[in-house]
């Protein structure tokens, strides 16, 4: 089962772009007790969590991007968001949606962003 992830594109720097990623019929419905979150791997680097939106509560960013992205989801539309604003170079990176049900995991297919300086 692979989530669809949409939103990426090229931006110049100080730019916004909004993420989506679509959890597939497969799954049935999306809880709240279900982890949904994004990852992001630039060229050369390993994976790294950017946001999350846990069942344990408030949602948790990388220092990176704080105060700059804000994840959402919508569970009836089976649908988790990331909202990018004032992007930078050091953005640009594959972005990766997941979907965590105890100790299941789900991905996305990567959806690319490019932010030019």
């Known amino acids: 089962v692979q989530l669809q992830a949409s939103g990426g594109g090229l931006v110049q720097a100080g730019g916004s772009l909004r993420l989506s990623c679509k959890v597939p019929g497969t799954i049935l419905s999306v809880f709240w007790g279900d982890d949904m979150g994004w990852y992001r791997q630039a060229p050369g680097k390993q994976r790294d969590l950017v946001a999350l939106s846990a069942s344990s509560g408030s949602p948790n960013y990388a220092d990176s991007v704080k105060g700059r992205f804000t994840i959402s989801r919508d569970n009836n539309k089976k649908t988790v968001f990331l909202q990018m604003n004032s992007l930078n170079p050091s953005d640009t990176a594959v972005y990766y949606c997941?979907?965590?049900?105890?100790?299941?995991?789900?991905w996305g297919q990567g959806t690319q962003v490019t932010v030019s300086s």
């Open positions: 997941y979907l965590k049900r105890g100790l299941t995991e789900y």
